[in-house]
């Protein structure tokens, strides 16, 4: 079959934005008596999204938040983030060209552990949201990664928005962490990880792995749907 669709995450392999949601949790625990590290978040928090992880914090630290104050601590990190963000662009290098080469070929989208309005924010700041057919962020799915459901929901709103019926084995998701890496493989995807965050080494379910977006091959993307 031939590639349908390229379903990317958001930050990591298009935003170099984990350093700036790294020090909006720092402070926004912080507030709250709890010290997090940089090791601490890459290698427990990551994954999550921004309700999860505050959760798994809590749980970590033996807290009791209730869901109405971690409402409001996604709330007020979406704030810090928004603010860091004003002025400043993202992206990683190459990344813009990247996704224009995707676009040109075949249908593009999102799924990302990021709250929908946070990462169409920024695209539209960089003016490439209109290269993007789907954006399943955070809020749109109940499991979030490494869980299949944003990468089944985006295959599957791809699928309304062509007008075609999609299947996931036709379709490759790019990553940056082996937890969207399950989650793609999870929801049938085959996988391409970028080393932005975490080394080649360590991304071992991906199908391959490129050093930079900048790197994106859409001839090689091909041959992993080639039978």
Same mark, same amino acid.
């Given at each position: 079959m031939p590639l349908a669709a390229i379903i990317f995450d958001f930050d990591g392999v298009i935003a170099n934005s984990e350093p700036l949601h790294f020090g909006a949790?720092?402070?926004?625990?912080?507030?709250?008596?709890?010290? *997090? =590290?940089e090791t601490a978040y890459y290698t427990r928090y990551l994954g999550f999204d921004d309700?999860?992880?505050?959760?798994?914090?809590?749980?970590?630290?033996?807290?009791?938040?209730?869901?109405r104050e971690i409402a409001a601590m996604v709330a007020s990190?979406?704030?810090?983030?928004?603010?860091?963000?004003?002025?400043?662009? !993202?992206?990683?290098?190459?990344?813009?060209?990247?996704?224009?080469?995707?676009?040109? =070929?075949?249908?593009?989208?999102?799924?990302?552990?990021? *709250? =929908?309005?946070?990462? !169409?924010? =920024?695209?539209?700041?960089?003016?490439?949201?209109?290269?993007?057919? !789907?954006?399943?962020?955070a809020d749109q799915t109940a499991a979030s990664k490494p869980a299949p459901d944003p990468y089944l929901r985006a295959v599957e709103r791809m699928s309304l928005a062509i007008h075609s019926s *999609?299947?996931?084995?036709?379709?490759?998701?790019?990553?940056?962490?082996?937890?969207?890496?399950?989650?793609?493989?999870?929801?049938? *995807?085959?996988?391409?990880?970028?080393a932005h965050t975490y080394d080649a080494e360590s991304l071992t379910g991906a199908d391959f792995v490129i050093q930079r977006i900048e790197d994106l091959d859409l001839d090689r993307i091909s041959t992993l749907l080639t039978p």
């Open positions: 949790f720092r402070d926004e625990v912080a507030a709250r008596g709890i010290a *997090l =590290t309700a999860g992880a505050f959760r798994a914090i809590a749980t970590d630290h033996a807290q009791q938040w209730s869901d990190k979406a704030q810090r983030i928004d603010a860091l963000e004003a002025h400043m662009s !993202v992206l990683f290098p190459g990344a813009a060209a990247a996704i224009r080469r995707a676009a040109a =070929t075949v249908p593009i989208g999102i799924a990302s552990g990021a *709250l =929908t309005a946070e990462i !169409v924010r =920024t695209l539209t700041r960089e003016q490439m949201v209109q290269y993007f057919t !789907v954006i399943v962020g *999609l299947q996931p084995s036709d379709c490759v998701a790019i990553e940056d962490s082996h937890w969207g890496l399950e989650s793609a493989r999870r929801a049938g *995807l085959r996988t391409i990880g970028v």
